[in-house]
């Protein structure tokens, strides 16, 4: 058991660089390569790995401390000296774990004549690894390469900063990269118009990929180095690498002294964290914080920074989610929309609460989804259900002998299931892409209805091959079993139309609420007699007021003028429906 000063490692030259994140606490236990610190200077952020597995002693650091090269970080005990990388001394600094560092660099050493561990935290430059289609002076097509970035591993590409046709300056952002340690905008090499872009986001890229096609006005990047420096640029010995970009910090940020010479080109990569103040959608965090936030799905852009600069800290990604969670599910539907706050109402007077059953909340929250969803119209009209009533009534004694029970539900299934297939728009449902929408070669009807638990709207498949008694078997059936709770998950699955009978409970017209993906609803309300003139008298009919809500996205209110009309059309006259 021995105690050990973990140090900061070789930064490239930089020094004060700001302690942005804590990662480990006193007691801790800790393995080789787990962060202990992140540092950022105004270009780069990096996590300080653990050089050794042991117990955080004490943390010898404080967020917002500045620090350099061989500062101390923490004290750590380790229980077993042969987990460490060096034993023999009290001390021990913060490496670039082997694997980050490639192979080509495991026998470099950097100016400060430190070893190879060190080299790997070194100033970020790389070789130009464009490639001119043409260089006499002329336009030129130029292709933009991922250069050295420290590591063989493909990394995400997490932003695409330019389109095809932008004009793009030299060392202007083309994409930002990130790994799990770090984030780093990658600068074009050239000047001009970006004529391809040849990755995108979400994608993976390696040293060597090629980014974009730049069009130059024939000027390459670089091209009035000397062929000497050139050639220096691409020699093997000047390929330093990104140095693990998780680890070091940008040239500039290196006294001139400590720099080795480079090419005036705009070949060096910066490790910029996506940070401009210009830009508020930028986010402003570091690499440990966008992997909890990647982790647990969360958008840093919707995260409000509460660091220095506004920089997002692990617990505002915390405070966020917490926030999240605590969100009532039906609120969350509607999320970034005002909530309404809950009051105290017993200042007002007696209240109680009541439970919602399970049905209620869910029914509450599809109908926020659909309500916030939908570009909802509703139209209305009244269908003279004068003969239909009589034709119903006449089969009263009949539905008795079939033990059922006729009432005009089934006649307006039926209507609407013929209404339907002759006006498919209304059997269509939209796509979330916005690009599409898909049109269903089959008439399933749902019909809502109220139960004890709340409302269920189970669905009559095929409702346009079915006869009225058929028609009214299932009503009678799926209403039942709807109120017994005895409804199976697929009875109330694949409708394509819903119908919202009120009639029964009454009423002149209400504006029912599409049940999305559905492209419509029928409400029904109560039937009344009223005087309706035929050309030469009043003559009294029964009217049944209908509201059609339908979801503008995919009706236009042309053809829900002639699915209404078809479908008082229907009802009025059922021999229609032999058409
Ligand atoms: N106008 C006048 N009377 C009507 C009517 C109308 N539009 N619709 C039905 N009636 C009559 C029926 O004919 C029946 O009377 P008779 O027994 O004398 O024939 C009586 O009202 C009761 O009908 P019912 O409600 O039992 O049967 P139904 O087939 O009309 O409806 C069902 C079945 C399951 C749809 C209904 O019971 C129901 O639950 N409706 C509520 C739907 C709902 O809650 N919608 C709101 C959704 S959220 O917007």
Redesign the pocket.
Known sequence: MSKEVIKVPDLGGAEAVEVIEIAVASGDSIAVDDTLVVLESDKASMDVPSPKAGKVVEVLVKEGDSLSEGDAILEIEIEDASGGDDPQTDSAEAQVPESDAPESDATESDDSGSDVTESEANVPKVEDKTESHQSDGSAAVETVQVPDIGTEDAVDIVEVAVAVGDHIEEGGTLVVLESDKSSMELPSTFSGEVKEILVKEGGQVKQGDAIAKIATNGKKSGQEETSATKEQATSSDQQQPLASSEKSLPADEAPATDKKPQPQSATEVKTTLQQTESDPSDIYAGPAVRQLARELGVDLRQVKGSGPKSRILKEDVSEFVKKALKQPAAAAVGAGIPQVPDMDFSAFGPVEDINLSKIAQLTAQNMVRNWLNVPAVTQFDDADITDMEAFRKGLKAEAEQRGT??????FLVLACAKALAANPVFNRSWHSSGKKVIQKHYVHIG?????PRG?LVPVIRDADKKGLWELAEE?NLL?TK?REGKLSMAEMQGGCFS???????GGTG?T??VNSPEAAIL?????AVKPVWNGSEFAPRQL?PLSLTYDHRIVNGADAGRFMTYLVGVIADLRRLLL
Not at 405 to 410: F, Q, S, W
Not at 499 to 505: D, E, F, M, Q
Not at 523 to 527: C, F, I, N, R
Request: net charge positive.
């Open positions: 029970k006729l009432t005009p539900l089934p019909m809502a209805v109220d139960t409302l009503i209403s709807a119908i919202s009978s009120l009639g029964a409970a209400f029912p609420i409400g029904v309300s109560k039937a049944l």
